[in-house]
């Protein structure tokens, strides 16, 4: 008894092959894809709001209205045309109707599953985005090869073209599949007639989707709970500047201690001379490391902002006597200063710790009162 064939899978892309490639329009693609790359913006902005139309379709009909869905296709069309383009499959500027080198199209589902749009069929998918990735890499390369191929040949090579058009292929697929163009899952495959994947295909994705979206969202939550929260720390401004300190807190082992500010900073104490208009402004710390490796301390952990909300970077900071980046070792403390450059008239507001060596990214925040 004959074995059924299986039935080929309802997207389809095809990509005919040139005998010949001009040269010329090969070597320019690049400024002759300009309007291109402008039309495909507009297209694709049109795409994403009826394909959200179409999602709301299935979800409360069951189906895509065949207007719809044909509107959609011919806009999913013209993206692999013009996609084809790029990648130098044909010379031919990408229309929307008629004959091309370049085509897609996709069988009308009667009916569609309501709760299997977007999120499950994006879980399943991972697999396939994997693997694309890869895929796609490679078209890349070989389409810069093929660009060298036909200015010196004046052809594509075939086993080439063939390479770039499966990968189109594949992605045209998982894409009608993903948005919702077809229920039938995708196969591995670049081949134009492979039929949809199998049973054991669709069940081991959709555990490798599950698996890897449940590690994603689970080392979402671990970072969002062990992830420090700002610390804000209220400052008496003017208690400062007569060298009263500021609470001390502990960042990642280190014990920081914000102890005065000379505001402004005399000119016979710095070296730095500020703009005309400006003055130079020197809070002090001392940082007592409690960890048990090397911390560094860099001028990019300092930031200043004024009470109109303009922010200042270090101009310089000492550690220790040596300019950063200094590292304080293990059980030493360290005299930090930290100058910074302010319009005469700016008042600080707050400044910013948040120092490189944390664990994560913390920020201790000195707020002036």
């Known amino acids: 008894m004959a074995t059924a064939e299986a039935a080929p899978y309802p997207v389809i892309f095809e990509a005919v092959y040139p005998e010949r490639v001009s040269r010329w329009k090969t070597l320019l693609r690049i400024f002759l894809a300009i309007p291109v790359l402008i039309f495909w913006a507009v297209v694709s902005s049109a795409v994403n709001a009826v394909t959200v139309a179409s999602w709301l379709a299935i979800i409360v009909r069951g189906r895509i209205p065949r207007w719809l869905f044909d509107f959609l296709v011919a806009l999913y069309r013209w993206q692999n045309r013009a996609l084809g383009y790029f990648l130098l499959l044909t010379d031919a500027y990408p229309p929307f109707e008629g004959d091309y080198p370049i085509d897609f199209d996709v069988r ?216 950063a980046p200094e590292e304080v070792e293990e059980d030493e403390r360290a005299a930090v200063q930290v100058v910074f450059e302010l319009p005469s008239e700016a008042e600080p507001a707050r400044l910013d710790f948040s120092p490189g060596f944390a664990e994560f990214r913390k920020t201790v925040k000195y707020v002036f009162r």
């Open 108 to 323: 009308y589902p009667e009916r569609l599953i309501r709760w299997k749009v977007l999120i499950w069929k994006f879980i399943t998918a991972i697999p396939h985005f994997i693997l694309l990735s890869f895929l796609w890499i490679g078209a890349l390369l070989v389409t810069i090869l093929a660009w060298v191929f036909i200015l010196v040949m004046g052809r594509y090579p075939q086993g080439l073209f063939d390479y770039v058009a499966g990968v189109m292929r594949w992605s045209a697929r998982v894409n009608a599949y993903v948005l919702s163009l077809t229920d039938e899952y995708p196969p591995f495959n670049l081949s134009a007639t492979a039929g949809p994947a199998g049973g054991d295909a669709y069940l081991i994705s959709s555990i490798i989707g599950f698996l890897l979206t449940g590690g994603i969202i689970a080392g979402g939550v671990v970072l969002a709970i062990t992830l420090p929260e700002e610390l804000e720390v209220e400052v008496n401004y003017a208690g400062l500047r007569e060298g009263r300190p500021a609470a001390s807190v502990e960042v990642a082992d280190v014990l920081v201690a914000l102890l005065s500010v000379s505001d402004p900073l005399a000119e016979e104490e710095t070296l730095l001379e500020p703009e005309s208009g400006n003055r130079l402004v020197m809070f002090e710390f001392s940082m007592l490391n409690g960890s048990r490796r090397g911390v560094e301390i860099r001028e990019s952990d300092f930031k200043l902002r004024d009470e109109e909300g303009d922010k200042h970077d270090a101009e310089l900071v000492m550690v220790g006597g040596h300019p």
